[in-house]
């Protein structure tokens, strides 16, 4: 999740568009007010209807998909997490226009878990690993296998190889390049010999809500899937540092491996991310060269 730049209308879907949807597949609800939320995400566009529920639709053909799993597996997941997920309520289909299927769900208390909201980061971060640990305990007999559904998060950080090195070839020299280059080929190094699990897939601070200083619920499972869990260690980094990061690492146990493998998630996602930032946003490329050099910290000490 991220703050939304955006004017109502994004992607084609507005107020007037959510509302219209609402009257014709659930009259019940077609009295209420339809607002966008504060802080939207990219793939999906949300909506608060009324005071006690939420409308999600995706943004376009390529992230209908995650959508349709959350409405089929955060039902099932639910019960055995110690959190709050996303509560489905109704499941809409493509009319009025929109082509997509769309869903109704239950609002959660709580704001966006910045570092300067929580009163103890590193019991916020064992709650997090706690979090994980539960969700990868869940029966994964017949969950979605990692792939295009979760954009390959689950899956070998391998597959985006050619990614990462056009970005460690277009960074040139702004940046310890040989140093990244050997974190990424350690991560390729390693694959995960335990059987699949449940992973969340985009464990940051924006999907995650805090309540009175603690970890009120987790949102947005659109990347989730059934695979490897190292895409959802990237928050050591990302969020977590010092005492925080070290509550997380212990908590969540992991392999040297999976860590590995961890550290090439993060430096991917921060290397694409510099790449498109360029000189347009010095200060977020601040942040994403912090991650990187946390990262090349991380891999001297442990890897």
Known sequence: MVESPYTDGRAGIDAALVGRLIA???PQWSGLSVTPVEVDGWDNRTYRLG???TVRLPTAEGYAPAVDKENRWLPKLAPSLPVPVPPVLAVGEPGEGYPFNWSVRGWLDGTTATPDRIDDLPL???SVGEFLLALQRVDAADGPPAGAHSFYRGAPPAHYDDETRRSLAALGGRGDTARATAV???????SRQEPPVWFHGDIGSGNLLARDGKLAAVIDFGTSGVGDPACDLVIAWTMFSGDSR????RTVGQDEGTWARARGWALWKALITLVDLGDTDPAGAAVHRRVVDEVLADHDRFG
């Open 24 to 26: 014709a597949q659930f």
């Open 51 to 53: 005071d006690t529920m």
């Open 124 to 126: 916020f971060a064992t």
């Open 184 to 190: 990424w080929e350690a991560a390729l190094t390693t």
């Open 246 to 249: 070290a509550a997380f690492r």
